[in-house]
């Protein structure tokens, strides 16, 4: 019998499609998920892909909206959270069939199955802290009530006004929180700031004001993330009839903007994990695009110093091609508004002497 999801009075419960009836609701979506699958799987069934998405996280399989059903900003935060928890989730698996493989092909590893086991124990206790993770962004939420009893201290930009117990009254005056209760600063709202803040009306803020608000907040998330962000000058060709532009994502052994260099090898397997678990486009790393408005469709590593065009490229370097059919979106990179791939990833930063 199919089954699917709903979120009812905080929980996720199983229900049957046929007649809407409630099997079980549990505390997280995860262990509705594998609820579901245990069903299933006593029909002698797999649920497909398509099924997954469709059934366990409709949120997803909203037609050109990669976050749909939300309707508030808090909302909305806590799905991007969870999707990036999910990008993690994926490096540490990609990380493990890599590492799994290499121990398999080793000739200087007798006891394969001990170390495949211990590689294991290490996977299922890096995913144990992610299931933490993910079930905290799911009971997270910055309500109206919540933001009221922050400091003022937890807010960007404060206007003006009377203070009542070290904050400021009207509550209306206080915008961008960035600090929860405990003072610790969440990144998605860090995140989130950067991209409302041009777009404020807020009293007293002038356009210095906004650039100098958004210049902070970048600076907290650098300062306060380990997540890291790489934009590369855009060498682009455009092939105007098929709408394709031709550009570097990222160059070896070259500093980027934060003074960070990248090996050739940490960019192939950034490239092979891009298509691997994601293939996904987005503007400024703020909202996912539709499937439809920028589509990767060529990627390779460049196996030789080489010309292309007038353009060099050294050996080792990201080279993609995207189609953009969207015309706003080809628009702004005909008229050179888009100038470069920036890739976002997760990476420890290890101290180097320049020579």
């Known amino acids: ?200 009306n807020a009293p007293g803020l002038t356009a210095e004001k906004k650039e100098s608000l958004q210049n902070k907040a970048r600076k907290i998330l650098e300062e306060h993330s380990t997540e890291k962000t790489w934009t590369v000058e855009l060498t682009k060709a455009l092939d105007e009839d098929r709408r394709l532009a031709y550009g570097i994502v990222l160059v070896p052994d070259v500093p980027d903007s934060q003074d960070d260099i990248m090996s050739a090898i940490d960019i192939e397997k950034a490239a092979h994990s891009f298509f691997v678990n994601s293939r996904i486009m987005d503007l400024q790393h703020q909202e996912s695009l539709p499937a439809s408005a920028a589509v990767p469709v060529e990627s390779y590593i460049a196996p030789v110093d080489m010309m292309v065009g007038k353009h060099e490229i050294a050996k080792g370097s990201w080279v993609m091609v995207t189609y953009i059919p969207n015309d706003s979106i080809w628009e702004q990179v005909r008229k050179g508004a888009i100038l470069s791939y920036s890739i976002k990833g997760y990476g420890v930063r290890t101290p180097v002497e320049s020579e």
Request: aromatic share 8%.
């Open 1 to 200: 019998m199919p089954w699917k999801i709903e979120q009812h009075d905080g929980e996720f419960c199983v229900m049957k499609e046929e007649d809407g009836s409630t099997v079980k609701c549990h505390k997280t979506r995860g262990e509705a998920v594998n609820h579901m699958k245990a069903l299933y799987a006593a029909e002698g069934k797999d649920m497909t892909e398509k099924e997954m998405i469709e059934k366990c996280y409709p949120e997803m399989a909203q037609p050109y909206s990669p976050y749909g059903g939300a309707t508030t900003f808090d909302e909305l935060e806590a799905m991007r959270e969870a999707r990036e928890s999910m990008y993690k989730i994926h490096d540490v698996v990609y990380d493990f069939d890599t590492l799994s493989g290499n121990i398999m092909a080793s000739m200087f590893i007798e006891n394969k199955a001990v170390a495949l086991k211990k590689l294991a124990q290490e996977l299922v206790s890096r995913l144990d802290m992610f299931e933490g993770e993910l079930v905290e962004v799911e009971k997270k939420e910055w309500d109206t009530a919540y933001k009221n009893d922050l400091p003022d201290d937890s807010f960007l930009y404060v206007e003006p006004g009377e203070k009542e117990d070290g904050k400021t009254t009207p509550r209306t005056k206080r915008h961008f929180p960035y600090r929860d209760k405990s003072g610790k600063v969440d990144l998605p709202h860090v995140r989130n700031a950067i991209a409302r803040i041009p777009q404020s």
